[in-house]
């Protein structure tokens, strides 16, 4: 099992310019969560899935959109990037339940310019 | 709101101490969870604890979960350079399973 895939791991982008974070797990896992960090604060929840089809804007959600077609993919889509969208992001799943944490993906590290 | 706070924040210990991190959280919550994250790095799933007087051990980091103070503590018995890295803690806001993260302690152990 490959776990958690995030693509790209390092990605510069101008100011209004727009991308695509892309993130796999081959774990069958219902839940899916976004991330940012920033330094000395912790992680922030972008958007959540609770299963295809279905998603939920959490702490920051703005600036930023999600979706999910299928059980596998949570891309997540940054339009009109600005400086304050410079972080580090995480894509995490887990199966549901309280009994598991999460399992997070390696990263992306972004900086908008 | 869900509020999680971790003190302390930077922790520079010998190896071979003991050391607490506390991890203090302001609504009711009957989970709470660790991870730990190596630099640049992602982050690793240490500890679930999912009732009052939950205790978790692995090696040298023993968690445990009081409800009724809503803390919960990650003990370092004779710490090793090993165990440096940032952890943090994690609580459920309301239920489900989303998490709100403390802002994390940085933990260095020197040699």
């Known amino acids: 099992n490959a776990g958690v895939t995030q693509t790209p791991k390092f990605r510069i982008l101008k100011i209004g310019q727009s991308m695509t974070l892309q993130c796999a797990q081959d774990?069958?896992?219902?839940?899916m969560y976004w991330y940012r960090q920033d330094p000395g604060m912790g992680l922030k929840l972008i958007y959540y899935?609770?299963?295809?089809?279905?998603?939920d804007k959490g702490e920051v959600p703005n600036g930023y959109n999600v979706s999910r077609s299928t059980t596998e993919d949570f891309p997540l889509r940054l339009e009109l990037a600005a400086p304050s969208q410079t972080s580090v992001y995480f894509c995490?799943?887990?199966?549901?339940?309280?009994?598991?944490?999460?399992?997070f993906g390696s990263g992306t590290r972004l900086t908008v310019v | 709101e869900l509020k999680v706070e971790q003190n302390p924040l930077f922790l520079s210990m010998q190896e071979g101490k003991n050391y607490t991190i506390y991890c203090n959280y302001s609504?009711?919550?009957?989970?709470l969870y660790w991870y730990r994250q190596d630099p640049g790095k992602s982050l690793e799933s240490l500890f679930v604890?999912?009732?009052?007087?939950a205790v978790k051990q692995e090696g040298r980091l023993m968690a445990s979960l009081d409800t009724k103070a809503r803390l919960s503590t990650l003990h370092i018995t004779a710490a090793v350079h090993d165990l440096s890295a940032t952890y943090f803690c994690?609580?459920?806001?309301?239920?489900?399973?989303?998490?709100?993260f403390g802002a994390g302690t940085i933990l260095r152990v020197k040699s």
């Open positions: 609504t009711t919550s009957d989970r």
């Open positions: 774990m069958n896992h219902n839940y």
């Open positions: 995490a799943s887990n199966p549901g339940g309280t009994n598991y944490g999460y399992t």
């Open positions: 604890l999912l009732s009052n007087g």
């Open positions: 899935s609770v299963g295809a089809g279905i998603t």
């Open positions: 994690a609580g459920p806001p309301g239920g489900g399973n989303k998490l709100v």
